[in-house]
């Protein structure tokens, strides 16, 4: 068994054409454990994420419920700048580190600590302003976990494998989404514990993999110098230059951006749109994940591996979009518990289809295979983007309507411009 003193087999790089990358080839048996795991430690991660966001929630409503909608979106506005930091700034450093280890594990290793730790910390924050610090370092560490773990892709993964790998860290990402709120509702009644308890378990997933999953020696590889520069550099790809990554990036924001608007007031949607109290909303709302998981299973572990057998990733990003925009106007017509499961399960369909196949159309679009960290980092700022505006966003257009019913229409048209956006890439089908 491999430890962090072993680094065990060397690898080669990912292959990207040829036919050793085509769509009929088997995982390496090097590659096996890496493919086996990413889901867990991708669930993992998502995990800490979303009970963060479950249980800050409830917190905000507890500490000052008269202002609960403004103060969570300023907490998650701030999250996720914090989050922003994160990514491109560790994918710069990633890229350019060289040890025994490899490039990306220590830094995999450091933010989970962090993340772990601020995660622990959170259930103990007295009021709002010790919430918000302690929810922008979840956000910070699990984000500076990603960005080199996002990198694994195509670090590793050949170009004709990579559907498939993309399916199984896009169905532990659904997964961990739903898994988050209903693993933090079994402490709803002591939230404190609830954190402490899924703090361990989140880290302990990422040790593990880290350990388990080894990479290379690389203190061999020639290194660029860091400067300043790059770390600016850390949050720019030219768009006119590299239109299909604008592309990507573009319909990555939007919808990830539409679903962020609905998922960080589900809570106050339950209460205060469709008339259920905080108790109820509590234990409501994690069963709603139950209610998608079905559709979201199938979903997720069809679409990658057909966008691997016809070699297309577009359709199923345009898809999944349509599927997103069509469940957020179900509530509209069905204000119920109903109502809220029926638009669960669409919305969780299309985005588990959209996110199986992301991952792999968007490491085709990448600019420079030299800095695969620090532009995956920047593409996953179209992930935690939505994180900062959608919050903000959303809270504006409840407040100029009065009502929690504006969001639906207004989530349905960005989230059929996203699935627009795809449309005009030219290097992926």
């Not at 054409?17 to 085509?22: N, T």
């Not at 299909?244 to 990555?252: K, P, S």
């Not at 608007?261 to 709603?288: H, R, W």
Request: net charge positive; aromatic share 10%; glycine share 10%.
């Amino acid at each position: 068994m491999p430890t962090l003193a072993d680094p065990g087999p060397a690898y080669d790089p990912a292959p990207t054409d040829g036919p050793a990358a085509g769509p009929s080839r088997k995982v390496p048996q090097e590659l096996r454990r890496l493919f086996r795991s990413a889901p867990f430690v991708s669930a993992a991660a998502q995990i800490g994420y979303t009970s963060s966001a479950y249980y800050v929630a409830i917190q905000v409503e507890q500490m000052d419920p008269g202002a609960k909608t403004s103060n969570l979106a300023v907490i998650n506005a701030l999250a996720a700048v914090a989050a922003m930091v994160a990514q491109p700034i560790v994918g710069v450093l990633s890229d350019r580190t060289r040890t025994r280890y490899g490039a990306r594990r220590p830094w995999m290793l450091v933010g989970a600590l962090v993340g772990a730790v601020a995660l622990f910390t959170s259930g103990l924050a007295p009021g709002v302003g010790t919430l918000t610090v302690c929810a922008m370092l979840v956000q910070f560490g699990f984000n500076a976990f990603q960005g080199p773990f996002s990198a694994l892709l195509p670090d590793r993964v050949p170009e004709g494998l990579r559907g498939r790998y993309s399916t199984g860290v896009g169905l532990g990402l659904i997964l961990g989404g739903i898994a988050g709120p209903i693993l933090g509702s079994l402490f709803a009644d002591d939230v404190p514990v609830g954190y402490a308890v899924l703090a361990g378990a989140v880290l302990l997933a990422i040790v593990l993999f880290v350990v388990l999953v080894p990479e290379r020696d690389n203190r061999g590889e020639p290194r660029r110098p860091f400067s300043l520069r790059a770390f600016l550099a850390a949050f720019w790809v030219n768009p006119v230059r590299h239109p299909d990554f604008f592309w990507g990036f573009t319909g990555r924001l939007l919808l990830f951006g539409g679903y962020a608007m609905l998922t960080t007031y589900q809570l106050y949607l339950a209460q205060d749109y469709v008339g259920l109290t905080l108790d109820q909303a509590t234990k409501t709302v994690p069963l709603l994940g139950l209610a998608a998981l079905p559709g979201v299973i199938i979903a997720t572990a069809l679409a990658g591996p057909l966008s691997d057998r016809f070699g297309r990733r577009k359709p199923v990003v345009l898809v999944a979009g349509l599927l997103i925009a069509f469940g957020a106007l179900i509530p509209l017509v069905l204000p119920s518990v109903l109502g809220l499961a029926l638009h669960t399960f669409v919305v969780a369909c299309g985005f588990g289809a959209f996110v199986s196949v992301d991952q792999a159309l968007m490491s085709s679009v990448l600019p420079n295979p030299d800095d695969f960290g620090k532009d995956l980092g920047v593409l996953n700022l179209a992930a935690t983007l939505p994180n900062s505006v959608a919050p903000v966003l959303a809270a504006g257009i409840v407040h100029a309507f009065d009502s929690y019913a504006a969001l639906y229409p207004v989530v349905g048209v960005i989230a059929l411009l996203g699935a627009l956006s795809v449309l005009p890439i030219r290097s992926v089908r």
